[in-house]
């Protein structure tokens, strides 16, 4: 059984190790024996080379002891099957006396009939040449003077062969440390290699940490988008309930403003038409024509006038007086009759004015009609049957129509399209493509449906 000092040594680096043991020291509290392991293992952890456990028996052990499930996956995520644990790892990472488990994993590697690699220097035969060259002078000395042990065999055969024997040895003692010293420093090579490739892997396997939660945010996100869709729907519907409201409101606010507008232009227009039906009876009627020579004539003598013979004011008065008697909207529309028929022309013509502007007249009605006529099918309506001058004059109606009674105008005009970018991945621009087909199908239905319930108005 070779003693402790007599096994060979050899310095490791373990950074993964120390990133797994800052995580434990920190949740178990134990953040000085962290420290006290990092300044040991520093400049790297000398152990002997053979005191260890594999990931695989530490696995096993752990079961055995009772460790959580989740204990062991952490051990089994973090190192390679390869890793090999030395007995300092072990004594800091389960709190463990170095000296229990330093014979802990002496006897494991026993019981795998494995004791390790020894110390050469430590276990090699001391003073092997000096025995060497004494025995051959022992045994000269001692054999000298029997038969056929002359000269010839002692100073050739024998002392050739001791020479020889020597000289291999030193050779092999250099050759030796020359071939342990290049094979570890190969092997401190492969294993800083295998720890950097160990590194990257870690790293790009960091990258895909949360992947496991990819699920659980899918299901999130389609519950907050279901949600937010909902939310939408709603505000699009308040927005469109505000704009229907505003539109209308406004609507009648400008057919309330045009009647007020009506109602106080009738002063004006009774004025003007008052005096405009003085000039056109004047010319015609000597006896208005003769009075008001005489009533001029007398104005200028400075006579007084009796206000009921000047015939300027008595038209006036008069013309006052036949409309307190008479109803405007019963009279006769004449542009050249009298006072009350020249106001019901003034009335009719700005009520015309009025249904033009505020109302839907039946003109454009039959033109709407006719127009979906051409266009009704069995199925209902076909506006592809309808020319390019019909359909922009169907158009052309439902904007004027619409505008006429407030309504505002949801058109297909509004679903804009994608545009495709040229150096976009291939695949972006075919879903692109894609989408913007389906949009296109979405406007051809919504200019259906709008034109069909558009003409079922009607």
């Not at 204990?71 to 709190?95: C, G, K, M, W």
């Not at 024997?165 to 492969?190: D, G, H, P």
């Not at 609507?251 to 000039?279: C, D, G, K, P, Y």
């Not at 709407?368 to 592809?384: E, I, M, N, R, T």
Request: aromatic residues 12%.
């Amino acid at each position: 059984m070779p003693e402790r000092d007599q096994l060979a040594k050899f310095t490791k680096d373990v950074p993964l190790f120390i990133r797994y043991l800052k995580l434990v020291t920190d949740q178990e509290g134990r953040k000085e024996a962290f420290r006290e392991f990092y300044q040991r293992c520093k400049d790297g952890l000398t152990v002997e080379n053979d005191i260890f456990l594999s990931t695989d028996e530490l696995l096993a052990l752990m079961w055995k002891n009772g460790y959580t499930e989740k204990e062991r996956n952490a051990i089994q995520a973090t190192f390679p099957s390869d890793y090999r644990f030395h007995y300092p790892e072990l004594s800091v990472l389960f709190d463990v006396p170095e000296e229990d488990t330093y014979k802990f994993c002496l006897r494991s590697r026993m019981e795998k009939s494995h004791i390790g690699e020894l110390d050469y220097e430590k276990v090699k035969r001391k003073g092997f040449l000096r025995d060497h060259w004494l025995i051959f002078a022992g045994g000269w000395y001692i054999f000298k003077n029997f038969p056929f042990y002359n000269y010839l065999f002692y100073m050739k055969t024998y002392g050739f062969s001791l020479w020889f024997v020597s000289c291999w040895y030193l050779f092999s003692r250099m050759a030796n440390r020359v071939w342990r010293r290049n094979e570890f420093m190969a092997e401190q090579k492969t294993a800083a290699g295998v720890m950097e490739g160990e590194d990257k892997i870690l790293k790009n396997m960091s990258r895909f940490t949360n992947d496991s939660m990819c699920v659980n945010y899918l299901k999130a996100f389609k519950r907050e988008s279901a949600d937010r869709l909902a939310q939408y729907r709603h505000a699009l519907i308040q927005k469109q309930k505000h704009d229907v409201t505003n539109r209308v409101l406004h609507q009648l606010q400008n057919i309330e403003r045009s009647e007020h507008n009506m109602a106080a232009s009738m002063q004006e227009i009774l004025v003007r038409e008052t005096a405009s039906s003085f000039r056109d009876m004047f010319p015609t009627d000597p006896k208005m024509q003769k009075e008001s020579f005489n009533t001029a004539i007398a104005q200028l003598a400075g006579q007084t006038v009796d206000a009921s013979k000047d015939p300027v004011k008595n038209h006036f008065v008069n013309s006052f007086k036949e409309l307190k008697t008479q109803d405007v909207s019963k009279a006769t529309a004449d542009q050249k009759g009298t006072l009350i028929q020249r106001l019901a022309f003034d009335k009719k013509r700005s009520e015309r004015d009025f249904e033009r502007q505020y109302m839907v007249t039946r003109a454009e009605a039959d033109e709407v009609k006719g127009l979906a006529q051409k266009a009704k099918g069995k199925g209902g309506y076909d506006w592809s049957a309808l020319n390019e001058k019909e359909m922009a004059r169907l158009e052309e109606l439902y904007t004027k129509i619409n505008n006429k009674v407030g309504f505002p105008m949801l058109t297909e005009s509004s679903i804009q399209a994608v545009p495709t970018d040229a150096s976009a991945d291939p695949r972006a621009n075919e879903y692109t493509t894609h989408m913007n087909e389906q949009l296109e199908v979405m406007r051809v239905k919504l200019r259906n449906e709008r034109l069909s319930m558009f003409a079922g108005a009607f």
